[in-house]
């Protein structure tokens, strides 16, 4: 059973820096494809970055260029560095995985869609002051 374990979330000023982490357990990080996601009080879940077992990445336009996502199989870890934090980035963030496909590959499309990632974690909190 895979586990998703989100961190790093917490409280920064406009225009600062986090970055969360997300430790997959259950099984090796390099058979999955990954994301990171965001869910606001009142509004849907939205899609944020994913990357694929390569290295290969796809940003939401709304994050291009402010956050970047990356990844360690060595360690099982997912990264999200988020800089030039926004008084509109305040959410819970999540972590999500899908079990690599040898027939479809990673999730593909204009940005991260939800539906398409069967494991999810807790979330993390982030809030921004102004």
């Known amino acids: 059973q895979v586990q998703l374990v989100e961190s790093g979330g917490g409280s920064v000023q406009s225009g600062g820096s986090l970055k969360l982490s997300c430790s997959l357990s259950?099984?090796?990080?390099?058979?999955?494809?990954m994301g990171w996601f965001r869910q606001a009080p009142g509004k849907e879940r939205e899609g944020v970055a994913r990357i694929d077992r390569d290295g290969n990445t796809n940003y939401a336009d709304s994050f291009k260029g402010r956050f970047t996502i990356s990844r360690d199989n060595g360690k099982n870890t997912l990264y999200l560095q988020m800089n030039s934090l926004k008084p509109e980035d305040p959410a819970m963030y999540y972590c999500?995985?899908?079990?690599?496909?040898?027939?479809?590959?990673?999730?593909?499309?204009?940005?991260?869609?939800?539906?398409?990632?069967?494991?999810w974690g807790q979330g993390t909190q982030v809030t921004v002051s102004s």
């Open positions: 999500a995985a899908r079990s690599y496909s040898s027939t479809f590959g990673c999730p593909s499309g204009p940005q991260p869609t939800p539906s398409q990632y069967p494991y």
């Open positions: 259950g099984s090796t990080s390099s058979n999955y494809c």
